[in-house]
Nanobody, 115 residues
């Protein structure tokens, strides 16, 4: 079992930045994929970014060039640096860890971007 705790969400004006953190309860060295997803009201959960154990990354089309995902295995933490935030980025952001075939989710952190 892996528990994930997100932090770093909050209220920010459009154009601003936030950094989200996802702290795991145990080593993430064996975690194949760490990822961030988001869900806005009345919308389906969507991919924001993932990072594999080899450091390769993938981003959702709407965040490319603005968001950066990283992982620090020694800290058992994944990060999401969000720049040039837009009101449409407003959502609950969830961290996900994929270990072979088992998936773990955090409880989510709210990000609200105002005009």
């Amino acid at each position: 079992q892996v528990q994930l705790v997100e932090s770093g969400g909050g209220l920010v004006q459009a154009g601003g930045s936030l950094r989200l953190s996802c702290a795991a309860s145990k080593s993430i060295v064996s975690i194949n994929v760490m990822g961030w997803y988001r869900q806005a009201p009345w919308k389906q959960r969507e991919l924001v970014a993932i990072i594999n154990s080899d450091g390769s990354t993938k981003y959702g089309d709407t965040v490319k060039g603005r968001f950066t995902i990283s992982r620090v295995n020694g800290e058992n933490t994944a990060y999401l640096q969000m720049n040039s935030l837009k009101p449409e980025d407003t959502a609950v952001y969830y961290c996900k860890a994929l270990q072979i075939t088992r998936a773990y989710w955090g409880q989510g952190t709210q990000v609200t971007v105002t005009v």
